[in-house]
């Protein structure tokens, strides 16, 4: 039996269909053996829904089709180049989203389950795939359960959902004890051990695969989520959709820990979030090229080769980036910095055209509501990048090694098999020629199209990036 499934195998692989579906399979993975998937070769941009649609900030009952002011800027996202969205909390919620009501209602103050739908059908149509905020690890005091818990005490049917002493009292004099999120008792803990707890989480993605067609999930605060939990997730929205993406919120720590071909596909880089901006404020690139070579880089002991995390140099929890840099002409270069290195870029609505906010204004303001988008040199710029990125395989997929390091100035090298990219950068105000051994002769900037001679030293005007894609 086994000879003749050998023999029926090698017939179908030398035949012309059979040919096909084997290269199919190959191109399916990347040079570092890694699975391929969509993401990794997409640009994120992040909305955060009740900040972005001017909605109350507590919930206030009344429904409103503010979502649909979404569709209104597709042409926009269209035009930076982004092609996949991630959505920021939309379900109802008590007040920012991540203390949920319930899983399987759009929040009120943004619209109807159909009002969402119409969003996504649209993003679909343009060819923008989406990713939602998967918030699993607490709920509001508001979630139905949690309120039957209050209502029943030990009788609630729901005792177990949670994490609950009945011979305690919380900070809202309940008459019991609950675990909250971080010392946040808004916020109350799921017990992610719990078998109805994760049925209930596990119907309502379900619910969103099939009503919304989502693409994957964001997972909030992933490092504090169920290990155990986290593989279940990951077994389930397999076999929901192919390619369905997984995206962890981690800040600390081992990131192996959530990324892996049991956990998530990818994670957010908050270390070299920090370096980013840091290496720029004190022009020291030294520090963001630490990270990204202890990370990424070409000795056996480096950490996350072939990973895809997540890239962004500002978000819904921190301050804008326009307001983080110490010099404005750095913005462009920044972003270069975040599109070359390796990851999967994710830009936050109104930071592509340099809107500014400070963490210590408080969360509002970083979540602000625009009347409509502006597309200034800065936007520009990341469309270029933009395109760079998902069109060049060295830039999704590329190993990476640096090449020329000051203070002011970087080089460094993505590189796979068939294509290599010189990413170069001048923080300084003066202009600085690199001289190295390049490999090649010619280049061509993947930015601007423009020709490069490395002959006689490479000149980086000030304040300049470029990606050179190297003639071979």
Not at 41 to 68: H, K, M, T, W
Not at 225 to 236: E, P, Y
Not at 401 to 429: K, M, P, W, Y
């Amino acid at each position: 039996m086994q000879m003749e499934i050998a023999t029926l195998t090698i017939q179908f692989l030398k035949s012309a269909r059979g040919q096909v579906a084997f290269q199919k399979l190959m191109d399916r993975n990347d040079d570092t053996g890694g699975q391929i998937m969509w993401a990794y070769e997409s640009v994120f941009y992040q909305i955060y829904p009740l900040g972005f649609c001017g909605a109350p900030f507590e919930n206030d009952g009344n429904q409103e089709s503010r979502i649909l002011k979404v569709i209104d800027w597709i042409p926009h996202i269209e035009k930076l180049g982004a092609n996949a969205i991630y959505f920021s909390p939309v379900f109802e919620s008590d007040t920012h989203g991540y203390n949920t009501r319930d899983y399987t209602k759009i929040d009120c103050r943004l619209g109807t389950n159909d009002d969402f739908k119409k969003v996504c059908d649209k993003l679909h149509e343009a060819g923008i795939k989406v990713v939602l905020d998967g918030v699993f690890n607490h709920v509001g005091r508001g979630f139905w359960a949690f309120q039957d818990v209050l209502q029943n005490r030990e009788n609630s049917q729901y005792r177990d959902w949670f994490h609950i002493d009945f011979g305690g009292n919380s900070n809202y004099n309940d008459g019991l004890w609950y675990e909250g999120w971080e010392g946040n008792y808004d916020l109350v803990k799921l017990n992610l051990r719990n078998e109805a707890v994760i049925q209930h989480i596990f119907d309502a993605v379900n619910g969103w695969v099939q009503e919304f067609h989502i693409d994957g999930l964001r997972l909030d605060v992933a490092y504090c989520l169920d290990k155990d939990f986290l593989k279940r997730l990951r077994q389930f929205t397999d076999s929901l959709k192919e390619e369905f993406f997984l995206v962890g919120e981690t800040l600390h720590g081992d990131y192996n820990q959530w990324a892996n071909d049991e956990m998530c596909h990818s994670v957010t880089n908050y270390e070299c979030y920090k370096g980013l901006f840091s290496s720029f404020n004190s022009m020291n690139m030294f520090e963001i090229c630490h990270s990204l070579g202890r990370q990424f880089g070409p000795e056996d002991w480096t950490l996350y080769k072939g990973k895809h995390l997540l890239s962004f140099v500002d978000n819904h929890d921190v301050s804008r980036i326009a307001s983080n840099l110490g010099n404005e002409k750095h913005l462009p270069l920044i972003y270069a910095m975040t599109f070359g290195m390796p990851g999967i870029p994710c830009i936050y609505y109104g930071s592509e055209w340099g809107a500014k906010a400070h963490k210590n204004e408080g969360d509002p303001a970083l979540r602000a509501c625009f009347e409509k988008p502006e597309f200034n040199d800065l936007s520009e710029w990341i469309s270029k990048l933009a395109e760079a990125k998902k069109n060049s395989k060295a830039l999704n997929y590329g190993a990476y090694r640096s090449v020329v390091l000051t203070n002011h100035q970087c080089i460094f090298e993505r590189a796979c098999e068939g294509e290599r990219v010189l990413v170069a950068i001048n923080a300084s105000d003066q202009a600085y020629t690199a001289h190295f051994d390049a490999g090649c002769g010619m280049a061509e900037d993947l930015i601007t199209g423009e020709s490069h001679d490395f002959g006689g030293g490479s000149e980086l005007p000030p304040y300049s990036a470029y990606f050179w894609k190297m003639e071979r």
